[in-house]
Structures are given as C-alpha cells and as structure tokens.
C-alpha cells in the first residue's frame, strides 16, 4: 500500500513573546499513514499535536524536517501538495459564517475545480446523510454548534480530497451529536478510501473510529499501533484480586514496590489489588506470595480495560514498544 503520508523527522518550536526560551512543540517526529488508513493523533493538552495537524496540512512551516503528502514535499511544493489535503481545524474556520450550508458546500467543492453538476448528487447525498435537510438554506452563524461541526466535515468530504484532517471534531459536542459525527465518520471510512487523521480527547472516537492511533507527549511520539493491539496488550496484563483478608503494612508496602497499582479496601472488608503484570511468571509469584502469607483468595478477575485507560497509562509512561512487539 502507497505512503500518503510520509514525514521525517520534524521539528517545531515557538518563540514566546517576550520570552527568552523557546517552546519546543514538537521535537523530532517521524511517521508514514497509508493510503486508507483512519489515524487517531492523541496526546494531553500541550503535547504537539495542533502544531503536528498544521504542519501537515502545510499552515505552518517545520524548523526542520521533511512532509510528503502523496510524494509532494509540501515546503517546496504547496498549493500541488495542498490539492490532497481538506483539513477541519478546531471551531470550525474552515467554514463562511455568513453563507448557507448548501452556498458553503458549492463554495468549497467549486473551489477546488468541481463543477457544479458533479458536485450536485455527493451535495444531497451529504445533506441527507448529515440529517441538514431542514438547515441546507440557512446561515452557517445561526446553527447550534453541533450542527456547525457537521457542516464543517460535510465539507472537508465535498472536496473530494485523499486526505482529511480533523482537529477534535468532537470538542464540545453533546453526547447525541458525539454519536451521530461517529457514526458519519466510521461509515464514510467504509465507504470511502479516504486517509484520516483524527486529534482528539474522545476516547470513543478512537475506540470505534480509528484503526490505528499516534500518542504524542511532550513533543514525541510515544506510542504507535494498532487500537486494538494497545488494548490487548493492557488487558491482558490487568488483573484484579480480591482477598478476604486486611494486609499488613508490610504485606502492603511489600505488594506495593514489586507489582500492585492499588490496593483497595470495599465495603465488606475484603481487600481489592489491581495488578499490572509484565510477564506471566509474575502472575504465579503473587499467587505465591498470597499463599505463604495464608491470604486467601477469594477470586480472581481480568479486569476490562477501556482506551481511555490505555491513554493514561501510555502517557504516565507505562509503555515500551518492546511491550508492543510482545503481543
Ligand atoms: N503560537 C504559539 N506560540 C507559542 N507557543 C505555542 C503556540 N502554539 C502552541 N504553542 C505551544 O506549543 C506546545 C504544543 O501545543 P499544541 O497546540 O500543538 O498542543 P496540542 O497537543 O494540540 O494541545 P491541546 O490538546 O491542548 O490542543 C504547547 O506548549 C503550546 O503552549
């Protein structure tokens, strides 16, 4: 399968007004996406990935490095590489306030070299997919937010471009609305073999959108598979042990250095571990360990991990790609 995106070694920073130091954003990224594939692009807040999203859709110039967007090196080339690229930033400003949704769909499609008879059947196709009928002939600035945002990928997807970017298209959405751009999202990647990124917060997003996820955190990026083998690999690690007995404080402190990520306490006294086990030998070492010390066992659950944990325990650096290639 083609590179679509291929870039190498980027690098950005900022300059602070008034500050001495500069912000490194993002510090040295390398990262190809093929033809077809839905990226989710995750991080905490500050983590590069903004600076990351418009460095390849060209709207901000690397320091340093190289971006191929279908083998067009955007630096050198722009307006040719631009051609595959739709992007949907943050809050919508990829959109005129002051035309209809229908003006604004023949504005953006007719900009890039459509004619309006090509794009008339994907435009109803668009507004009935994107359930605007009943808004297509109103002003973009009196439509809910929600409804903004389905016109802003609506779009993105009019001009017919191999590549999409979207910058948290989700943010500030209702659940229903959440749901609906979801939905839109996963069945237009079937449809379609369109290459997307995603940045978002919205773990179901990544969950049910996404096939494969970027993690960036402090300017790297610190994880790269597959969705469903970042789940696999922590699941089947986590499991929850609950003991009828109250631990001692060396049993504890014991527990607490060598595997356990909490110790709890529920409400009929039994006493709750959540272990994080490296390799499987370390499973039997703690079922050893509960037997000498005479805690019984009451039962032992592999506790079901969601993204949003997977997320939290990559970025608090509890992943290695040497973990990765153990799954
Ligand atoms: N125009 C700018 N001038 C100075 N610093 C900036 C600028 N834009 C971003 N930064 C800094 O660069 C770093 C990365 O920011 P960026 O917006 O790319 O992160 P992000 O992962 O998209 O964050 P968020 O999830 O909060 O949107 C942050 O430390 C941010 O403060």
Redesign the pocket.
């Known amino acids: 399968m083609e590179n679509v995106i291929e870039i190498q070694n980027v690098k950005k920073s ?3 007004k008034g500050a001495k130091e500069k ?1 490194e ?2 510090k040295g990224v390398s990262l190809t996406v093929k033809k077809g594939e839905i990226v989710g692009l995750l ?12 460095m390849m859709c060209g709207l901000l110039i690397p320091n340093e490095g190289t971006i191929l967007i279908n083998g067009i090196n955007i630096r050198q080339k722009r307006l040719q590489a631009m051609e595959h690229i739709s992007v949907v930033l ?1 809050g919508n400003r990829n959109l005129y306030w002051r035309l209809t949704v229908k003006e604004n769909l023949e504005y953006f499609a007719g900009n890039r070299g459509h004619s309006k008879k090509q794009i008339q059947e994907k435009m109803e196709h668009l507004i009935d997919r994107f359930n605007l009928r009943e808004k297509e002939n109103e002003m973009v600035n009196a439509l809910s937010r929600g409804m903004q945002q389905k016109v802003a990928v609506a779009v993105a997807l009019i001009a017919n471009t191999d590549v999409i970017f979207l910058d ?1 298209p989700t943010l500030g959405l209702d659940l229903e609305t959440s749901y609906e751009i979801r939905t839109l999202l996963k069945e237009i990647v079937e449809e379609e073999q369109k290459t997307i990124i995603i ?1 978002t ?1 919205d773990m179901p997003v990544v969950q049910e959108v996404c096939e494969r996820v970027v993690i ?1 955190n402090h ?1 790297n990026i610190v994880a790269d598979d597959r969705v469903e083998n970042l789940l696999q690999l922590f699941e089947s690690k986590a499991y929850l042990f609950t003991l009828n007995a109250t631990l001692t404080k060396q049993q504890i402190s014991f527990l607490e250095t060598h595997f356990v990520t909490s110790i709890s306490q529920n409400d009929v006294g039994q006493t709750l571990l959540e272990v994080n086990i490296q390799q499987s030998e370390d499973f039997y070492r703690i079922i050893d360990l509960l037997a000498k010390e005479q805690i019984p066992i009451e039962k032992i659950d592999r506790t079901t991990v969601d993204f949003e944990e997977v997320f939290m325990k990559i970025v608090k650096g509890g992943y290695s790609h040497e973990m990765a290639k153990s799954v």
Do not use: C, D, Q
Not at 43 to 54: E, V
């Open positions: 900022y300059r602070k912000v954003a993002v991080g905490p807040n500050g983590a590069g990935k903004t600076t990351l999203i418009k943050e948290e940045s917060h960036v300017g």
